[in-house]
């Protein structure tokens, strides 16, 4: 079945859409409150102490400098299920290499998804193409004229999940030969928060010394259309500085 190219495209843009608006909250300096007298304020990373994240924001800034200027792979995954059945869930790959170019895969499944099963966006300096996978089967190649923009968000949306709750350094651990320290979330999420209405609110991370957020994960229950649901959410960051970026066999079919 031929889908008209203005329809596809209306389609993939929605799909951007929808992964753009799970990132949370606007990025912005707010300063999480210092702890109490008492409290350890051993500084183990930029806005970090043993008692937790003191300074989101300096932390934050720690992060995205360990991003700025290099190479790197982000790679996430956003689920969403209500009594066992999985919803929705979209898988995402993010490969950036030098001078704006980058290989973005998402992959969509789940019993809500729509006739959209796979994107893939390359871009470099000469070319910005996009293959579409969907689900009977068709294949359709675009180039820059039609070619959706994966989200703008580059650093993992780190903020929102640092300032959502109270945290603590719940453990220290060595991962091939680099101490990270774990952190999670404490109580409810803050009602100035991006999950203010959640329930079930759990968050982890594993942050370096200088301050990088390997990876992090958010787990809570919300209402959606009169039923809970589930949503998980997990994002990694690896190869960074060695992240390559090639241009895909297909990309002359665009």
Not at 6 to 29: E, H, K, M, N, Q
Not at 227 to 253: D, M
Request: glycine share 8%; proline share 4%.
């Amino acid at each position: 079945m031929k889908i008209p190219g203005r329809i596809r495209l209306t389609v993939v843009v929605a799909v951007f859409v929808v992964l753009a608006g799970c990132s949370g909250v606007p990025w912005s300096p707010t300063v999480t409150p210092s702890p109490t007298s008492g409290e350890n304020t051993t500084a183990l990373a930029p806005g970090l102490t043993e008692s937790g994240v003191t300074d989101a924001w300096a932390l934050t800034k720690a992060h995205r400098d360990h991003l700025t200027n290099t190479t790197y792979t982000k790679r996430s995954y956003r689920s969403i299920r209500a009594d066992g059945t999985l919803l929705q869930n979209h898988s995402t790959t993010m490969k950036r290499g030098h001078g704006g170019q980058y290989l973005y895969d998402l992959h969509i499944g789940g019993s809500e998804r729509n006739s959209i099963r796979a994107i893939t966006v390359f871009r470099n300096d000469s070319m910005l193409v996009q293959r579409t996978v969907y689900e009977n089967g068709t294949v359709a190649h675009v180039g820059a004229e039609k070619a959706a923009t994966p989200e703008k968000e580059r650093y993992g949306d780190v903020y929102s999940k640092l300032v959502a709750s109270n945290t603590t350094v719940a453990e220290t651990i060595e991962r091939n030969g680099t101490r990270l320290y774990r952190v999670e979330s404490v109580g409810e999420p803050d009602t100035s928060s991006a999950y203010v209405n959640a329930s079930n609110y759990e968050f982890s991370a594993l942050i370096s010394p200088e301050g990088f957020v390997h990876e992090y994960h958010v787990s809570y229950a919300t209402s959606r259309d009169g039923r809970t649901v589930t949503v998980t959410v997990s994002l990694q960051f690896t190869e960074r500085g060695q992240t390559t970026v090639h241009p895909p066999v297909w990309a002359s079919k665009a």
